[in-house]
């Protein structure tokens, strides 16, 4: 599952993730954006944080369309 699609479902906006988290808004933005590939730290974080729904294949692999994540 695609990081802005999990946000999405779970009704948190990428601001609210990362202050939960203790990120930065702005790069788990541009992460669930695609506009940047997270490091394996993030993956990791993405990972246990959706209890494994996000897993760093979803970073890779494209699925066409046009999602707007959550901001």
């Given at each position: 599952m695609k990081l802005y699609d999990w946000l999405?479902?779970?009704k948190k906006t990428c601001a609210e993730f990362a202050r939960e988290r203790g990120l930065v808004?702005?790069?788990?933005?541009?992460h669930a954006n695609g506009e940047r590939r997270p490091t394996q730290k993030f993956m990791r974080e993405?990972?246990?944080?959706?209890g494994g729904q996000v897993t760093p294949n979803d970073f890779f692999y494209p699925t066409g369309?046009?999602?707007?994540p959550p901001q």
């Open positions: 999405a479902k779970n808004h702005e790069t788990v933005r541009k993405y990972f246990q944080a959706s369309g046009d999602h707007a």
